[in-house]
T-cell receptor
């Protein structure tokens, strides 16, 4: 079946540091890939997406590139802010094998200190 | 433009009781999906409704059931509550034609004692 594996957290960084959160996936079809962010006490917000190999999703300074050869979709940001502190979830949707349901990773807690 | 709304925000129930959670989708969306998020975990897919029918279902027992109304809003019902049902229940809406791109509500926090 489909699965998503995220790097173990939590991650603690200083403001303006470079961020990488690793995500790898297993899927039998050709999935679409997503990063969602969850701020404390809130639901999930779609951060960025990529629907085919080599696509780069980007939003609010965050980027992730769909790498089919390494089955990865790592999240990066060049300079994090305190306001980026949240839980980040990598997810996939494999229309061919499991319809539009989202399969999520375990989440990575990011804390950014001033 | 209102986003996805859910009610209630919090709920406390006793083992064995039944609960109903409600969701109103984002304006224009016709598809509603429900997810369960246990503490410290990623969300798990429960089921998806479109045209008032359950279209997909995850690995959840029959105690979990749902309904979609003609105005696209939806309910999640859980019978015979167990302690393990304590979680954040998230509703997500989408267009059926783009149903992989889902927008989430703030969730309902259910505590079973």
């Amino acid at each position: 079946g489909n699965s998503v594996t995220q790097m173990e957290g939590p991650v603690t960084l200083s403001e303006e540091a470079f961020l990488t959160i690793n995500c790898t996936y297993t899927a039998t079809g050709y999935p679409s890939l997503f990063w969602y962010v969850q701020y404390p006490g809130e639901g999930l917000q779609l951060l960025l997406k990529a629907t085919k190999a080599d696509d780069k999703g980007s939003n609010k300074g965050f980027e992730a590139t769909y790498r089919k050869e390494t089955t990865s979709f790592h999240l990066e940001k060049g300079s994090v802010q305190v306001s980026d502190s949240a839980v980040y979830f990598c997810a996939l949707s494999d229309q061919e094998t499991s319809g539009s349901r989202l399969t999520f990773g375990e989440g990575t807690q990011l804390t950014v200190n001033p | 433009d209102a986003g996805v709304t859910q009610s209630p925000t919090h709920l406390i129930k006793t083992r064995g009781q039944q609960v109903t959670l409600r969701c109103s989708p984002k304006s224009g969306h016709d598809t509603v999906s429900w997810y369960q998020q246990a503490l410290g975990q990623g969300p798990q897919f429960i089921f998806q409704y479109y045209e008032e029918e359950e279209r997909q279902r995850g690995n959840f027992p029959d105690r979990f059931s749902g309904h979609q109304f003609p105005n696209y809003s939806s309910e999640l019902n859980v019978n015979a509550l167990l302690l393990g049902d304590s979680a954040l229940y998230l509703c997500a809406s989408s267009f059926y034609s783009l149903s992989y791109e889902q927008y989430f509500g703030p969730g309902t926090r259910l505590t079973v004692t």
